[in-house]
């Protein structure tokens, strides 16, 4: 049963959202929740994971997921389930892009479908943002953590500093202060 749900709601996920992995987080935190797979804090944990781990981020969580809930074999078909829409998909658009991208209907499907991508990501910002808040009221040092919370915002959205680097200074900082 654990199989059917996991290719269920991860071949739906891949199915229904564009805009890729961030897109894809609101609806993989409410399958995960749903099923009770993950706790919204475990789920916060995975979005950290899936971000320092190459590849992209819904295919990551996908199998990090499928792992925990059903080993190997759960993080196999988890991952398999999500990519497969896509790859139908860009093959079949592959198909037939060249001649029909200039079309009107085409043009205006993706001026309807852009609003959507952002309000996806946005959601799942939003999301995020509440269960690792909700994970922070039990901790310690909850001032620091909004404080390298804070700080990365800034930085990266206003400053442009380099994810890479500062993923890796706020582990250091991580480590030696909690």
């Known amino acids: 049963m654990i199989y059917v749900q996991l290719f269920g709601a991860f071949f739906k996920i891949g199915l229904f959202t564009l805009g890729g992995g961030y897109a894809m987080l609101a609806l993989i935190r409410q399958d995960i929740i749903r099923y009770g797979w993950l706790t919204p804090a475990e789920f916060v944990d995975i979005v950290g994971i899936a971000e320092m781990t190459p590849g992209p981020i819904a295919v990551n969580a996908a199998t990090f997921v499928g792992y925990r809930s059903a080993g190997l074999a759960g993080a196999l078909l988890a991952t398999s389930a999500v990519v497969l829409p896509s790859l139908i998909s860009v093959f079949i658009i592959s198909r037939v892009w060249e ?61 442009k500093w380099d994810p890479i680097k500062v993923l890796a200074g706020c582990a250091l900082i991580g480590l030696f202060i909690f």
């Open 99 to 159: 001649r029909y991208k200039t079309s009107q209907m085409v043009q205006d499907m993706f001026k309807g479908i852009r609003p959507v991508v952002v309000g996806l990501v946005g959601a799942a910002a939003i999301q995020v943002g509440a269960s690792t808040l909700q994970v922070l009221t039990s901790l310690s040092h909850q001032g620091m953590t909004l404080l390298l919370a804070a700080a990365t915002f800034y930085g990266v959205a206003f400053k």
